[in-house]
């Protein structure tokens, strides 16, 4: 269960992880993958977050974040994580655009590097940090 700093539960629109990984697989293809931006309640946090799928990749964009501060995006990482080895991705592209934000968050950039983030420039997006994972499928 992940939970805050002051033990209260961290949700996402409602949600634990592992109700969401519950879901049917056509019921998160609607909840996710809408071909648009989603503006999402994660815990304290309000994301503008788009989730693509092409062949073996799963891309997860991350565009704005507002509040958070109660592992947010480790939480997310997590979730996304075990759905792309679930679902058989051979890999996830991260991209986050925070690198030139009105109001940029020091701590936002020290977590996306410490989680090996480079920044980039992404073809057909620009300036982000980016990041590829590979995975293994669950047996």
């Not at 961290?10 to 993958?33: C, H, K, S």
């Not at 073996?56 to 075990?82: I, K, N, Q, S, Y």
């Not at 759905?83 to 701590?107: D, L, M, S």
């Amino acid at each position: 269960m992940n939970r805050s700093s002051d033990g209260t539960v961290v949700t996402i629109e409602g949600y634990t992880p592992n109700e969401i990984l519950a879901f049917a697989p056509e019921q998160f293809a609607t909840f996710v993958f809408t071909g648009k931006p989603l503006v999402l309640s994660i815990g304290t946090a309000r994301l503008l977050a788009e989730f693509r799928r092409s062949g073996d990749t799963l891309t997860v964009e991350l565009a704005h974040a507002d509040g958070g501060g109660e592992g947010v995006l480790p939480m997310l990482f997590r979730l996304v994580t075990r759905y792309a080895q679930r679902e058989g991705f051979a890999r996830t592209e991260w991209i986050v655009h925070a690198v030139h934000c009105a109001n940029p968050n020091p701590k936002l950039r020290r977590v996306l590097l410490r989680r090996g983030f480079t920044r980039t420039d992404v073809p057909n997006i620009g300036e982000a940090f980016y990041l590829q994972q590979t995975h293994k499928a669950e047996p």
